[in-house]
Structure formats: structure tokens, C-alpha cells
């Protein structure tokens, strides 16, 4: 989905939210102080549901990209948020973007991928829940990323993983010196 994204802003976005699992809402929210960097470590500060903040851990090559995107972003953006529209407003400058605006973009380029499942941004999030689980992530640091207040919603929604994946995960801690 990501080489199908029209512009460098859909494809970090794509990115961004496979290889965090943000909300639509938390992403739109983001501005450039939100990347916090301590020693050779980057987060993202994220606002989520009741005003909680939490550090979600980036990639340092998606951190490169953003900062890219970030000192290439229009000048006469009408708004401190990081992600900003491709296209002027009625007003002439760069509008936020929005949930709304992040679900077309996700659409259009799975819809340009050939994707014919109907994919939307939480299915991003529950792909990148599903598959941190499968590789072994802890499930209380898992919730803590995903800004969840419990394991309850991790057992829940992610009860679909197989025993072949429990198994997997046992083997690998077991093989971690």
C-alpha cells in the first residue's frame, strides 16, 4: 500500500500507521515538537482518548522521513499540526489534516495496491497489535503503545492469534540468551 501512495506525505503516513498502530484522530493530532528524542532514541507523543499521553517508539528510518516531510512541508500551513493537506483551502493556505482525510487516502492507495479487502485505518492498527503479539512484544508494553488502560482489550480483540503463534513466541524467548 505504501508504494501506491501518490505522495511522500501518504506513504510516511501508510507507514506511520502500520509500524505504530496510531489512531486516525491521534496521528491527525500530531505536531513536529510531538517527536521526542532521547539519546539515540525517538517517540512520538501521542494524545489519546481522555487526554492520556503516552510515548509510542518510532523507527529511526520513519523519524528520517518525517523530518524530511517536516522541513519540506508548505510554509503557509494554517496549523502547528505535522501532517497538513496536499491541496490549498478556500483560504489559500494548508489545512489540518483530518480522520476523514486519513481514511480516503488509506483507500485510495489500497484501492491503487489492487487490495480488494476493504481496508480502513483501524485494520492498520489491529494488523501492527496482531503482529507485535506474533513476534513476541510484550502484551503490557503492547497496551501501553496502543493507549489502552488494560490487557482486557489486547485478550479481546487479539484472542484470534493461533496456537502456532504461541508456540513461536515460546521458542524464541527460550532461545534469547
Given amino acids: 500500500m505504501e508504494d501506491a501512495a501518490p505522495h511522500e506525505r501518504d506513504k510516511i ?29 525517538t517517540y512520538l507523543k501521542v494524545r489519546g482518548k481522555g ?12 523519524v528520517r522521513r518525517i523530518d524530511r516531510y517536516h522541513r519540506a512541508r508548505p510554509s503557509d500551513a494554517d496549523t502547528d499540526r505535522l501532517f497538513v493537506g496536499v491541496r490549498r483551502s478556500i483560504g489559500g493556505g494548508y489545512e489540518a489534516l483530518t480522520p476523514s482525510g486519513v481514511l480516503q487516502l488509506v483507500h485510495g492507495a489500497a484501492e491503487r495496491a489492487g487490495i ?9 492498527r489491529h494488523s501492527f497489535a496482531t503482529e507485535a503479539l506474533r ?13 489502552h488502560n488494560s490487557l482486557r482489550m489486547i485478550e479481546r480483540v487479539y484472542s484470534h492469534l493461533t496456537p502456532d503463534d504461541g508456540y513461536d513466541a515460546l521458542i524464541a524467548m527460550l532461545a534469547r540468551p
Fill in 13 to 41: 503516513i501508510i507507514r506511520l500507521l502500520a509500524d505504530t498502530g496510531l489512531r486516525a484522530g491521534e496521528l491527525c493530532g500530531l505536531r513536529a515538537e510531538d517527536l521526542f528524542r532521547s539519546d539515540r532514541r
Fill in 51 to 62: 487526554a492520556q499521553e503516552r510515548l509510542v517508539p518510532l523507527p529511526p528510518a520513519l
Fill in 116 to 124: 480488494s479487502k476493504r481496508v480502513h485505518t483501524h485494520l492498520l
Fill in 135 to 147: 513476534r513476541g512484544m510484550n502484551p503490557v508494553q503492547l497496551t501501553r503503545i496502543l493507549g
